[in-house]
Structure formats: C-alpha cells, structure tokens
C-alpha cells in the first residue's frame, strides 16, 4: 500500500467519523426533545436517560445513517481532492482509474465488516435495551387487534385485543383439539374477558372466564371472576412491538420467525426484510463508493457543492425506493429478498453507467 493510499484512506475514514458524530448529535437532540415529555412524565432522571438511553439510540442510528453518510464522505473527500487537483496529479502519473478506486474500496471493505457485525450483533442487543426503556418510559402504538395463533400443536389462541406493553389480550379464548381417528375434536374451551400474560413465563392471570372441558367422564364447565394459571406460552408470544425484530440478534431472530411460522401468526415478511436488510444495506456500502467517486474525480466550478446536492438527491431516492418496497413486501406479496436487494441492484446498473464514463 502506497502513502498516497493511505493519504487517502486517512481523510476518508476521517471525514466520515466527524460526520456521524455531528449527525448522530443532531438526531440525539432532536429524539430526546421530542419524547422529554414523556421522559418527564414518568419522573426519569437526566442522567437516566444518558446512561440507559441515549447510548443506545447513537449506536441505533449511526448504523442506520452510515451507508449514506460513508456515500457523502467519498464524495466530499474526492471533490475536495479534485478541487486542489489532486485527482489529476495521481491519474496523470500513470495510474488507472481502477487503481485510483483501490483506497477507497479499502476504506470501504473495513466499514461493511465493521457494520456486517455491528448490523448482525451489536446493535440488536443495544436496541434491545434501547427499546426495553421505550417501553418503560414512553407512549407507543402498542395494541394489536385480532389474531388467531397456533401457539402449540392443536392449541388455538384468539384475542380481540393484545396490549404487548402490558401484556393483556381482551376477549381473550384458548381452543384445544385431539385427534381421533382422522379427525380434529376440540377438548377444551376457555373464554375470558381478559387476560393477563407474564412476560417471561407461562403464568396468567384470567378474569371472568369460562371453561369447558370435554373428557371420558363427560363434559365439565367452570366459571368465575379469576383465575390463576400456566400455559405453554408468555405473553411476548402472542405479539411483539414491530421494531423488537431490530432487538434481536440475527440467529435470535431467525428462530423467531420459524416459530412465528409454526404458529401460523400470519405476516412473518417484516423479520425477513429486517434480516435481509443487515446483509444488503452494508453492501450498498460499495456500491455507492464507486458512484461518489465517478461523479466527483473530475474537477467542476462548484464541482463539491453540486456533488454534495446530487448525494442528498441520490440518498433521497433510495430511501423512497426502500420504504416502498419494503411496504410492498409486507403487504402486497413482493418477495422479502427481492424487496431488499432491488435498490442495490437498481444502484449497480446507474454506478455501472457511470464507470464506465469515468473509465474512458
């Protein structure tokens, strides 16, 4: 490796941290502004929401925000460069274009593993508890409205309501079926008006219930207004927050949604685009290395400003692209994997355009 390389590598790798620090500030002020009232509410201290917050939050969004900030920083860096003819002097000195790419793709491949593992086991164990004091401390949508679930084999859950914060499901039954002979017949029935789940083991709380229960004996009903009980099942197994896939490292997550499957608990799309999407959007990474550096080499009148307008544009629209496909996969059949790999494969044919320009 050259010292023109690591000139490179330098400025490049040093543009990008300072960047993320100030954006991830910025968005640490902005977040923390918007809930302190209900940081306020629930009588949480400064140092609190430092400590078991904050921290957590930065590391959340520097993995969100660091492909597009990685794309702003080659591109401010090679405007610069090309600004103070820079570029020239190294491409007129004998050196390809290919070999002019190689400091930035070095840069490039230690920030995609650096974020593979951040994205895969870091920042979900971070997020966890980034979430677990949402939970305790703020207001969310946190209601999921009828759901039938095969929690075990021949075991049918149907609530009205499921409340994940508290873990409470209104108009809440539990329908068991054996098999005899080559049929399915339901042995026990139980109707409640609520339910009050655990969240870490099968202990409930049902309240004004009925059972009825179908054995050798005969049938068998019970009534009353509480009961205390286990079921093979916890709360959080009846439904989560659609965020706590970001909580859960990438084997946690995976066991989850065969299991989710299992249950027949419907859409299992969102845990398929959140895994897919810890590979694919530290990929982009590269992609959008070789695009920032054909458009900004050249030296241009206003050439870094212009450049720095066409990132934000650039970003902008992979964005829109990811959120739309995203939507489409969870809710109109599109493939998870396609879902998340379009907008990488839409990038490579524009980047490769773009090379091959540059190259000539």
Request: glycine content about 6%; charged content about 20%.
């Amino acid at each position: 490796m050259k010292l023109i390389d690591l000139y490179i590598i330098k400025k490049f790798i040093g543009t990008f941290v300072f960047i993320i620090l100030i954006f991830t500030i910025i968005a640490i002020v902005f977040d923390v502004s918007e809930k302190l009232e209900d940081f306020i509410r629930s009588d949480v201290s400064l140092a609190g929401i430092m400590v078991q917050y904050t921290q957590h939050f930065a590391m959340w969004i520097i993995n969100l925000l660091s492909p597009f900030l990685i794309f702003l920083s080659a591109i401010w860096v090679c405007s610069r460069m090309a600004s103070r003819s820079e570029n020239i002097a190294i491409l007129s000195g004998g050196h390809s274009f290919n070999r002019f790419l190689r400091p930035y793709l070095i840069a490039g491949g230690v920030l995609v593993l650096f974020l593979l593992y951040m994205g895969h086991f870091v920042v979900p164990r971070s997020n966890y508890k980034k979430l677990e004091f949402e939970n305790a401390h703020t207001n969310f949508d946190s209601a999921i409205n009828q759901r039938y679930l095969e929690v075990e084999e021949g075991s049918i859950v149907y609530f009205s309501v499921f409340n994940f914060k508290n873990n409470e499901a209104t108009r809440f039954s539990l329908k068991k079926f054996r098999l005899e002979g080559d049929k399915q017949v339901k042995y026990y029935d139980l109707q409640s008006r609520v339910a009050e789940g655990d969240s870490s083991n099968g202990h409930w709380v049902i309240r004004d219930y009925f059972i009825r229960e179908i054995g050798t004996e005969g049938e068998l009903i019970r009534t009353g207004d509480k009961l205390d009980t286990l079921f093979s099942f916890s709360g959080p197994d009846l439904g989560r927050r659609s965020e706590s896939f970001g909580g859960m490292e990438t084997p946690q997550l995976i066991v989850h949604r065969d299991e989710e499957k299992e249950k027949g608990a419907g859409s299992t799309e969102l845990a398929d685009v959140e895994i897919y999407s810890r590979t694919a959007t530290p990929f982009s990474i590269f992609i959008l290395i070789i695009l920032a550096v054909c458009i900004s080499y050249k030296k241009k009148r206003n050439g870094t400003g212009l450049n720095l307008i066409f990132g934000l544009a650039i970003g902008a629209i992979s964005f829109f692209i990811s959120k739309v496909t995203s939507v489409a996969a969870t809710n109109a059949g599109l493939n998870p994997f396609v879902a998340v790999w379009i907008s990488n494969i839409l990038f490579s044919c524009i980047t490769l355009v773009f090379y091959l320009q540059a190259r000539r």
